[in-house]
């Protein structure tokens, strides 16, 4: 079998963190009660509101294949980061995001 790869330029992959984010809005329709027939179709004024818009970010490291696997930060264990944001994904929610995943890094450096 081959040997695992190496990352990118000599990069070990654990140093690599996978980043993604997702946007979901949550409509609300005020419709309590059939306005007509199956297969009718009816025009009606009624409070059809613009939804919820949220954003998940989430981030995962691939874990240290060097940690115990009781070890946060290993293979078993691996690190993990997510955000709920209301104010929907822009630049700076993101860039946001990606500054207190750098801080938690900072802080809580793996016990390599």
Request: aromatic share 10%; with cysteine.
């Amino acid at each position: 079998a081959p040997p695992a790869p190496i990352g990118i330029f000599g990069t070990p992959r654990w140093r690599f963190i996978d980043v993604d984010e997702a946007g979901f809005t949550l409509e609300k329709v005020n419709r309590k009660y059939g306005r007509s027939y199956s297969g009718m179709r009816v025009n009606y004024t009624g409070n059809y509101g613009r939804g919820l818009n949220l954003s998940v970010f989430l981030a995962i490291e691939p874990g240290h294949p060097g940690l115990p696997a009781d070890v946060q930060g290993s293979i078993e264990n691996p690190r993990r980061w997510c955000r709920v944001s209301l104010i929907g994904a822009s630049a700076r929610t993101f860039n946001n995001f990606i500054a207190s995943i750098v801080e938690d890094i900072d802080n809580n450096p793996l016990p390599i």
